[in-house]
């Protein structure tokens, strides 16, 4: 079962911090902060959370605190909207990042993403990358999507997925000939691991790190299936591993009161758009145990890409209940649009391209009680879409 969210939906969550005009704060910031765990180690030992960390003078956080505890809030880099001037909740994100998918080779575009995050996000704790980062996977075309990092601002800390089109090198005798009928062309599955490995810099597949103290986990095929079954291609293969690992990961940060994001290629069926459509409806070769695994957390996040359709869909975000899992709610799927190229429903069960300049991604921003969900046209400069999911626990 599948809802759509629209742009119409309220966000209906507990405001507890909420400030009345008129009203005196509920606490002083020093309070507050006699009130939260000092954190004695970092979680899982990696970063310890922003709003643990010591506050210099005049910091940021100081001023949003201020900023949180007046009527008629300002948030920090945009004016705070009517609703929350209204109920008083301009306290600030915990933590803000981007997801973008789908380089797939269209560096220039790459680079008007960067600029665009910066300038809509300059404190970004991250960047999460869905997948097609190359349009083959030859070590040269991971060099180019560096170079243009390099070049251009971009947050430190980068959680890359791995992609379909990491795999497209055996269809090529060399970078100047494609040669599929004698495919793989002398190319081997371990050396197309071994060249996403070397560029993501990490041994596996599938990873975790964490943007501003939240939890991001990617995942990813082990296989590239046409190798190991000559009627398969690009579908997904996890490992016993990857579910175990996968599983662990998410009861851990649901003990500890987080939301979790997921970063992935391939979308799972009868999600976000395009996975009502026979194109995309079997990427998965286990996506009931997948969908079984992530069904069963509210507060989980999954970030998809493959697909390339228009974030200006009505089904860009919905919440998809897994039978069986008992969580009525569902979890949280969204398609991350893509760098290159735009598609979208042809009514017949196929897709067109989107006319004109495409070039789209997604802001995320993390709050006690709420994540905010904002879809981005690099192209424009332009929002396109936003929605507010309501946390079932408050972090």
Known sequence: MVRAVTDF??????????????????????????????????ENGRLRHPRLLPRPEGSLVERRALIASTAGAVALGALATPAEARTGRGDGPLTTFNVISDIQGDLGDLATALKDMRATNPHSSGLAVAGDITPRGYDAEYAEVRRVLDR????????????????YVPKWADPDTLAQATWPNGTTEDSLFRSFHRFAERGTVYAETTFGGIPVLTIGTERYMHYHDPKLWDEV??????????????????????????????PLPNTVSGTRNKLYMSDYLQAERLLGLLGRHRDVFLFSG?????????????????PGTANLDGFSVVNTGAVQTGFTDNGQGGENAVDGAFNQGLQV??????????ARDFATGAWLKQVTVPLSTRI
């Open 9 to 42: 939906d309220v966000c209906t969550a507990r405001r507890p911090w909420a400030v009345r005009p008129g009203c005196r704060p509920a606490f002083t910031w020093r309070q507050l902060r006699s009130r939260i765990s000092n954190g004695s180690g970092p």
């Open 152 to 167: 251009n601002p971009h947050p430190r800390e980068i959680a890359w997925a791995i992609g379909n089109h990491e795999f």
């Open 237 to 266: 293969w996890l490992s016993e591993a990857q579910f175990q690992w996968l599983a662990d990961r998410l009861a851990h940060w649901t003990r500890r009161r987080r939301p979790v994001m997921v970063i992935t290629h391939h």
């Open 306 to 322: 493959h697909t390339h359709w228009d974030l200006g869909l009505s089904d860009w975000y919905v919440r998809r209940v897994v």
């Open 365 to 374: 921003e993390v709050y006690r009680d709420r994540v905010v969900l904002k």
